[in-house]
């Protein structure tokens, strides 16, 4: 049976180390970390990763475990609604809506597809070798017909293969996440804009919501109050942002500035190793589609060097199999990750003539085309597995 190291025990790790268990091959998953401690609060994961989620039996799990509202769009800081659609209409079009749960329960129901007895915690990748297939770990070497490089977007992977490349670059802008009990509240699924911030809602199962938010400010900045920061910022917006953040937890709230791939990986792959999810394209969150290209991702991959699980361990998988992920993946990716970034230096604008433009423009081509904000989306959500992996 032919053998397969992932490195990287995270939301793109476990969905190519269940694909490609479910196409036979023998998988490990190494994980740094001595526990699973999921980063970060909340995703939206979309109708093109719910149906990669199918590919590896969990997409139902993953349905019933989320939540799905009714009506998201964007909105201005008053309240005003500058852009929105519905559940119903999104499910029509695509077969399926965008659901909202914990990255934490998303981390669960992947552990449990691919097999915790295979994901070996607190182990340290030294060195990989792509010409051999070799991995060296703080707990000995391994051997692998194929390495999948998933260690995020600072990634050693990465770096060893395009030693070249600049890698992530910062976007200008820092990130805000918390979860907040719903507390009764009346919880709009939307995202706000203003003059140069952000502010994003969603009601995850359990009555918790889950929030971000952004604003424009140089890389490394620390505050010693990130919710006080927070109200400072936010708490004249509409509600129930002040509710929210006056209930948040200090200690709880999350903060990191947003990098980025400004430029394309020119392959996914050298030799015997592929790279998956932030390691091969880091994207600023504004799309939502980060978790959501990571699975599709592990899915693409498995599709591509399923057709060699059943070589005896020891064998290179033959480099047309990783070319031909690279050739799937490669342009598509990078085109989610310019347009997460043209809306991220939308959402920058600060010039006050600059944002009414903005938000007139917005308002004025949804009256024209309700449905604009689907249809903006067609190529990112009408993406389907390959044709052999049907649901």
């Known amino acids: 049976m032919a053998r397969a190291v992932v490195i990287g025990g995270g939301v793109g790790g476990l969905a190519a180390g269940a694909a490609l268990r479910r196409k036979g091959w023998e998988v490990t998953v190494l994980e740094r970390a001595p526990v699973i401690e999921p980063v970060g609060s909340g995703l939206a994961i979309a109708a093109n990763a719910l149906k990669a989620l199918d590919v590896i039996g969990v997409g139902d799990r993953v349905r019933e475990l989320a939540t799905v509202e009714g009506r998201f769009g964007l909105r201005r800081s008053d309240g005003r609604w500058l852009t929105h659609t519905t559940e119903a209409v999104a499910d029509a079009k695509y077969g399926d809506s965008v659901v909202l749960m914990s990255r934490a329960t998303l981390m669960e129901v992947l552990m449990d597809a691919f097999g915790r007895e295979h994901l070996h915690l607190g182990t340290t990748v030294t060195e990989v070798d792509p010409d051999k297939g070799l991995v060296r770990t703080d707990a000995g070497d391994l051997d692998a017909d194929l390495v999948v490089g998933a260690d995020g977007i600072n990634s050693a992977v990465r770096r060893t293969l395009f030693p070249a490349h600049p890698g992530p670059v910062y976007s200008g802008v820092t990130a805000w996440r918390g979860l907040v009990p719903r507390g009764g509240l009346e919880i709009p699924r939307s995202e706000s804009w203003g003059r140069g911030t952000v502010f994003g809602i969603h009601l995850l199962a359990g009555d918790v919501v889950y929030f971000y938010a952004t604003d424009v400010l140089p890389a490394g900045t620390v505050h010693a109050d990130e919710r006080a920061e927070l109200l400072r910022r936010f708490g004249d917006w509409h509600d129930p942002i002040p509710a929210l953040l006056r209930a948040a937890d200090p200690a709880r709230i999350i903060r990191n500035d947003v990098h980025y791939n400004a430029e394309p990986l020119p392959a996914f792959h050298r030799g015997s190793v592929a790279l998956v999810g932030d390691a091969a394209h880091a994207m ?83 009256r024209l085309s309700p449905d604009l904000m689907l249809r903006s989306m067609d190529e990112v959500l009408g993406w389907r597995p390959p044709a052999e992996a049907g649901r």
Not at 294 to 310: N, P, R, S
Not at 344 to 355: E, I, Q, T, Y
Request: charged share 15%.
């Open 284 to 366: 600023t969150p504004n799309l939502g589609q980060g978790a959501c290209q990571a699975i599709e991702d592990g899915v693409v991959l498995a599709h591509h060097a399923g057709h060699h699980a059943g070589h005896a361990s020891g064998g290179a998988l033959p480099g047309g199999a990783l070319a031909a992920y690279s050739a799937a993946r490669v342009e598509r990716t990078a085109k989610i990750v310019q347009r997460s970034w043209t809306l991220c230096r939308m959402s920058k604008l600060r010039n006050p003539l600059a944002v009414g433009l903005r938000d007139f423009g917005l308002s004025a081509a949804a």
